[in-house]
């Protein structure tokens, strides 16, 4: 059934109001001014863009204080979005793994200025030498998608050095440090020399050495073959407001830069567990945390793994994600030991939810 634009838009207004409970789902909430503050810009955003069903995580003070769904994860079978509900993370699945590859760092396992195929012989050598520093800055010169064909890939890879079959012969778009150019398939050889440098299967790492430790029991590999509970139905709208169901697509070629998938509550924890230290040091969240630079001296808006902006005097550390199902984002304010975590099953949307997302900062943030 194709859902009208005009009527699914008051619909979902509806179900938003049908599907809100009155307390939040995760036990300690925030004051009920702020709730009803940041419900009714969610409400507005939804309303707007005509979001199916959107899931919300807020942190303050390092701690995760409220959580909630609304709208619907599953258009077809009626089924509420919640907290618990699980998305595709895309991109911030490259937030995971440059903290894996700065755990390797930090463990004298990894040197980010070394030739990556000393971690990584899967990947061909090139005409210019690139390192784990570059690709975690979009510095290498790896391409991205090549066409869109590449992009809704249903072909199952099954394993991370697979997945490097789709790009590993093709030639570098520039030579390495000189641009800066977005790509999911430099943090595919990122998470290949994670393996080479730990011994371990990618996935198997992170799971022992980030979900684990930070308590993420719902983060996982976006397997489209297994069962998982609470997975929550994609949808895109077509030029004229149509709600359609996505593409198929496979993500298992792209593991580590867009091949998670999980909760709201677990990216609270995740995004906790970066600002305490649990993952990695202080010292280390500081260069990561830092703009990267091309060899002319031109500043990016890119750290390794993170996102970078200013606004209102505070540093923001961000990161979003856009493919088939999902538009997804996670913001920080670090200063203030603050983030919040925005899942979407619409595409489409990263515009809107990043600025949900610094409206929703604000509120937590007004005196």
Not at 89 to 112: C, N, P, Y
Not at 227 to 239: C, D, V
Not at 329 to 341: D, R, T
Request: net charge positive; with cysteine; aromatic share 8%.
């Amino acid at each position: 059934m194709i859902i009208r634009h005009s009527l699914s838009r008051a619909t979902l207004v509806m179900l938003l109001l049908a599907f809100v409970p009155a307390a939040a789902q995760t036990g300690a909430t925030l004051p009920s001014d702020k709730i009803e503050k940041i419900e009714k810009a969610i409400t507005s955003a939804m309303s707007r863009q005509n979001m199916p069903g959107l899931s919300v995580s807020v942190v303050t003070n390092q701690k995760l204080l409220w959580s909630q769904g609304y709208g619907l994860s599953d258009l077809e079978n009626f089924i509420p979005a919640k907290a618990v509900t699980v998305y595709r993370l895309g991109s911030i699945s490259k937030t995971i793994t440059a903290i894996a590859v700065m755990q390797m760092v930090e463990r004298g396992k990894l040197d980010l200025d070394a030739p990556i195929q000393k971690y990584c012989p899967a990947f061909p050598q090139k005409q210019w030498t690139i390192t784990a520093r570059q690709l975690l800055g979009h510095l290498a010169g790896v391409r991205h998608y090549k066409d869109e064909t590449e992009f809704l890939s249903t072909r199952h890879y099954s394993s991370v050095v697979e997945g490097l079959s789709m790009f590993k012969d093709d030639p570098l778009l520039h030579e390495p440090g000189t641009k800066y150019a977005y790509t999911t398939h430099g943090y595919a050889i990122l998470g290949c020399a994670v393996e080479g440098a730990s011994g371990m299967k990618f996935p198997d790492y992170v799971r022992e050495n980030i979900f684990k430790p930070a308590g993420m029991d719902r983060m996982r590999v976006d397997d489209v073959f297994e069962i998982i509970p609470n997975r929550a139905q994609g949808y895109f709208k077509t030029p004229s407001g149509e709600l359609r169901n996505s593409a198929l697509a496979d993500t298992s070629y792209k593991i580590p830069g867009g091949g998670f998938c999980s909760t709201v509550v677990d990216l609270a924890r995740f995004a906790i567990a970066v600002q305490t230290g649990k993952l990695v040091r202080k010292e280390t969240l500081e260069q990561m945390w830092t703009k990267q630079k091309t060899r002319d001296g031109k500043e990016t808006s890119y750290g390794l793994g993170w996102g970078l902006t200013e606004r209102n005097g505070l540093k923001e550390v961000s990161h979003g994600g856009a493919q088939q199902r999902v538009s997804t984002n996670l913001y920080m304010i670090p200063e203030k030991g603050l983030a919040v975590i925005l899942m979407v099953n619409l595409e489409g949307a990263g515009g809107a939810l990043g600025a949900l997302s610094q409206e929703i900062a604000d509120i937590l943030l007004a005196q």
